[in-house]
């Protein structure tokens, strides 16, 4: 179906809607610009589009979590107990000998506090529950005696125990505790027991007094007032009163709580018989009005939503069930899927979704409003066979607390996860532009490899578990951009096509676990860095099996540390970089160092042992290139050396200019640092600190060498002129920067990759992020947008900026581009035919900044370029007072004017009328028997050799014809003598 047809029939069939609607939609499916959608178009885009969007909506609701960590195991025992604390912002965890721990909001332990009672001893004494008080700050923890004991956080001595409670008639194992937000003096404490009891002590004043101090009772406020139950009971105290029930007969009351919204209490039982409670408070009656709810098999704990109206229960029979309060007959719905006893539910209050965890270690989370899971964690819990366990979710901080015995695990939530755009799931590695199908590519730590398109942002395809479970390190393209080459940190270097087949496997580290910094792709050779300091060579010619094997590097080991990266200049100029900061330079074709330059010219003189202690102290600051990611700026600068290298480039288009005495090569690595170097004379030429601060860096540079990008730790991105930078020779080193055009922070974690690509007339930067994220910005630090973001842009919309290089820049694209066709059709293709290509998609019609784009050329190192350049700057005028652009070449500063306007000019008449003056040539005829004079009568004189040629040139050849006819004559009578000798013998 074309265009034209799927447009037409989209509006007939779908209103109200237009046909330029319908033709953006055709152009989304047609990716390939064949003109033309079938059903497998429109399916594939429809699955990619719903996915799309099922992933955004699934990243915007479900909860993103960190990893799983162990907190500080303090614990000798059970833990009984996690809650936490608002009037002093801390966790509280107790365990079953009596062992309180309090936390810091950041999860430090502030201190540990041992709970004891002066009746019982240490050893006979277990803690079975605990509460927050947190309108008073204070703790309330029941005991294996009966008693419960009341501290308070805000004593000068510790924990100071201001009241006991005693003469219960059964342990309590289960304690709730509320206050009214609007009145924080009525609050209710609600406890159950082992006797199948559930009581409440509803407390009038509790900002004035918990309880009526006896006059009998000490003095002193660190003197704890004993209370008898029976008091309570009783009426003696005004300040509280008690309610209770027993309609659980003598089951153990497994968790209560009490609801404000219904004005309820609420507990269960492991019994199939009144299950679940709920007693309804009457009002000017001490008496509680009971619902009960009767399940199978009883229940484990239970939560109650008050804006859901829903109670949650964790089922013994591998069911999780949600009531409506006000009917018992059958829960409103039932969500299934745990295979073991469930123990513990807890909602998500702001999000409507519910944890369940279940004894076979199985976390869920579970939507409400659709009763699906959403979400299973399993297989990160402690292996233990048997285990008592507690659930606690802290819906303030997004943070799961979940105890193995005396261990206790955190999950915490990760925070803005919905609104944060993000291109993978993982930290981005690397990203790579693809000219030939206009395509964006990139990767992840999770082995992850992505295609976008750049015109859009759309994403395209995704192959996932590249490398398994190993992070996927560094990526390139061949030289015809039909093959894809990863390295992942497994040791292994895949040859892939577009399609996701595989075609080679280089093993790189021989079986073992490498990190691969760089791979580079020559016209006979891969070359792969990174781990070691020799380079691993791979050669096309032996790539003829599936599992190739690494041919010997003829140079040998030339580095004293880590290769980290490498650059190549045609036809066989080859540099590497080291941790060390040295810097070797290679003739490719045979393999063999020639050059060497270090920072430190004194270096190369070090002894050997000199060499053994940098390599120490080089150790800790290895593989730094590799692993950005997960490098922030103080772990840089813990290390002993700001030298490493990270990044080469050849600046091409300087040809030559090595000659002339200027840079030709740029390195960039630690402590911020980019130096240009001669790589002819062995010198550097220019030494800058580009990011003050910042630690490690990384960099890229356009083909036309006009600007160079760096990027940092921080996620910031700078953008400098480098045009003129370093074109002439120096004695001196230079210190001070380039010009810079802009510095801007697209990412708000460490800067992974930079890629600069040329879509025909616009020069735009791609930067790689930790976040996540991958941005696409103009080389005025315009961001265009994020691949992953919910709306795709359109490149031809984008802001643009400086209109005067527009013209400069197209021809630099342009150039570019021919430069690229000519390259890709002499390079070989990587295992098989390289796959077609698809047409033209949209151009950036991109308007670029005052100062022109100009080529660097040798002649400007000229007397007479230097003249010309003197002029370099000044703006020209016409003689209509209108601005000339500069022309790119070595005659771009010559003034040029513009041509006079051609005044209008009178026609002659013989163009207006040839008929009048041409007619009767053009009508004459030949005569019919026309003869021709012989050559007789027109030949005035006879032609000879004596009178064409002068008179020396004629005796010379007649004196060399004479000469060989006598050289012949001679050798005609030695020949003859020859023969009459030999008849006579």
Not at 163 to 188: F, K, S
Not at 475 to 504: Q, Y
Request: aromatic share 8%; net charge neutral.
């Amino acid at each position: 179906m074309t265009r034209e047809e799927f447009t037409e029939q989209m509006c007939a069939v779908i209103r109200p809607s237009t046909k330029e609607e319908f033709g953006e939609m055709f152009d989304k499916i047609d990716l390939t610009r064949d003109g033309i959608i079938d059903w497998d178009k429109v399916t594939s885009f429809m699955l990619l589009d719903l996915n799309e969007k099922d992933e955004r909506m699934r990243s915007s609701v479900i909860p993103q979590w960190k990893n799983l960590r162990l907190l500080s195991p303090i614990h000798k025992d059970i833990i009984q107990k996690v809650t936490f604390l608002k009037g002093s912002s801390c966790y509280l965890t107790v365990s079953r000998n009596g062992l309180l721990g309090v936390w810091g909001e950041n999860l430090k332990l502030q201190r540990t506090l041992q709970v004891t009672t002066e009746a019982i001893k240490l050893k006979e004494l277990w803690v079975t529950t605990l509460v927050s008080l947190a309108n008073v700050n204070k703790i309330a923890i029941a005991f294996t005696n009966k008693e419960i004991c009341f501290y308070d956080l805000n004593s000068k001595q510790g924990l100071s125990c201001q009241y006991r409670l005693h003469g219960l008639q059964g342990t309590v194992i289960c304690m709730d505790y509320w206050y009214n937000p609007h009145d924080e003096n009525e609050a209710i404490l609600t406890l159950g027991d082992v006797s199948g009891q559930v009581q409440a002590i509803s407390f009038t004043t509790a900002l004035i007094s918990l309880f009526e101090r006896p006059a009998s009772s000490p003095e002193g406020e660190e003197a704890t007032v004993t209370i008898n139950w029976q008091e309570l009971v009783s009426g003696y105290h005004k300040c509280c009163y008690t309610l209770k029930h027993k309609l659980h007969y003598k089951d153990w009351v497994k968790q209560v709580a009490y609801s404000s919204s219904f004005d309820a209490f609420i507990s269960s039982t492991t019994s199939n018989v009144n299950t679940l409670v709920l007693a309804w408070r009457e009002k000017l009656k001490p008496r509680l009005k009971t619902t009960s709810f009767d399940i199978a098999r009883g229940i484990n704990a239970f939560d109650f939503h008050s804006r859901l109206n829903l109670i949650a229960t964790a089922g013994i029979n591998h069911r999780v069930c949600l009531w409506n309060p006000y009917i018992t007959s059958k829960p409103a719905g039932v969500l299934q899927g745990h295979s073991a006893s469930v123990i513990a539910v807890q909602f998500i209050t702001e999000q409507k979704q519910l944890f369940s965890f279940s004894e076979d270690k199985v976390l869920r989370l579970w939507d409400i409003q659709h009763q699906l899971c959403i979400q299973r964690i399993v297989g990160s819990f402690p292996k233990s066979l048997d285990f008592q366990s507690t659930l606690y979710f802290n819906d303030a901080h997004g943070r799961l607390f979940i105890s193995f015995n005396n261990q206790l695990m955190l999950l915490e939530m990760k925070q803005e996860t919905g609104r944060k755009v993000t291109s993978h799931g993982k930290a981005v590695t690397c990203v790579l532009y693809n000219s030939v199908f206009k395509q964006v590519i990139s990767s992840d730590t999770g082995s992850t490899i992505t295609f976008w398109l750049i015109d859009t942002g759309q994403k395209i395809k995704q192959f996932t578990g590249c490398h398994g479970n190993a992070e996927i390190s560094t990526m390139t393209l061949d030289a015809t951009e039909t093959r894809l080459l990863t390295g992942s940190t497994d040791g292994t270097v895949k040859i892939w096509d577009f399609n996701g087949h595989c075609h080679h496997k280089l093993s790189v580290g021989r079986d073992r676990a490498v990190d691969i910094s760089q791979i580079m792709v020559l016209k006979r050779t891969i070359l792969v860095t990174g781990w070691d300091r020799i380079i691993t060579v791979f050669r096309l010619s032996n790539l003829t099996q599936f599992f190739v094997l690494p041919a010997e590097w003829k140079g040998g080991v030339q580095h004293q540390d880590d290769i980290l990266c490498a650059a190549f200049l045609p036809p066989h100029t080859l540099v590497t970089g080291s941790c060390g900061g040295e810097i070797v330079v290679w003739n490719n074709s045979t393999e063999n160092a020639y050059l060497k330059m270090y920072l430190d010219p004194q270096k190369s003189l070090k002894s050997k042992s000199d060499t053994l202690l940098l390599q120490q102290q080089l150790s800790s600051a290895r593989r730094m290139s590799s692993r950005r990611h997960t490098m922030s700026v103080a772990d840089f600068y813990d290390t002993e050396c700001n030298n490493a290298i990270t990044k080469l480039l050849f600046l091409e288009a300087r040809k030559n200019i090595s000659v002339t005495g200027g840079a030709n090569l740029v390195s960039c690595g630690g402590a911020g640092y980019v130096r240009f170097w001669n790589t002819l004379k062995s010198q550097l030429m220019a030494e800058f600190e580009a990011h003050s601060g910042a630690g490690s860096i990384i960099m890229t540079i356009d083909k036309m060498s006009q600007y160079l990008i760096t990027g940092d730790l921080a996620g910031w991105v700078k953008i400098w002129n480098i045009q003129d930078y370093c074109l002439g020779s120096s004695e001196n080193k230079v210190t001070q920067p380039p010009r810079l055009i802009r510095s801007f922070q697209p990412h708000n974690d460490c800067v992974t990759y930079l890629e600069i690509c040329v879509r025909s007339s616009c020069l735009l930067i791609l930067s790689s992020s930790s976040d996540c994220s991958i941005v696409l910005s103009d080389v005025y630090g315009t961001t265009i947008g994020i691949f992953g973001q919910e709306e795709h842009w359109r490149i031809e919309n984008a802001p643009s900026h400086h209109k005067g290089e527009q013209n400069q820049d197209e021809n630099m694209g342009q150039r570019e581009e021919k430069d690229d066709v000519l390259k890709k059709k002499e390079a070989p293709v990587l295992g098989g035919e390289p796959s077609p290509k698809p047409p033209e998609q949209a151009i950036l019609g991109m308007e670029d900044k005052e100062e022109s784009v100009n080529m660097i050329s040798p002649w400007e190192n000229t007397i007479l370029g230097k003249k010309y350049k003197i002029q370099k700057g000044k703006k020209h005028k016409f003689f209509n007072g209108k601005t000339m652009q500069n022309s790119t070449g070595t005659f771009r500063s010559l003034n040029i004017g513009a041509l006079e306007d051609v005044v209008e000019m009178n026609k002659p008449d013989f163009v207006l009328n040839p008929d009048k003056y041409f007619r009767e040539m053009t009508e004459e005829k030949c005569p019919e028997n026309l003869k021709l004079p012989t050559l007789s009568e027109t030949l005035k004189a006879v032609f000879d050799e004596k009178s064409l040629f002068p008179k020396e040139i004629l005796d010379r050849e007649q004196k060399a014809r004479q000469l060989c006819e006598q050289m012949c004559n001679e050798g005609k009578m030695k020949r003859n003598k020859k023969q009459a000798k030999m008849k006579e013998k």
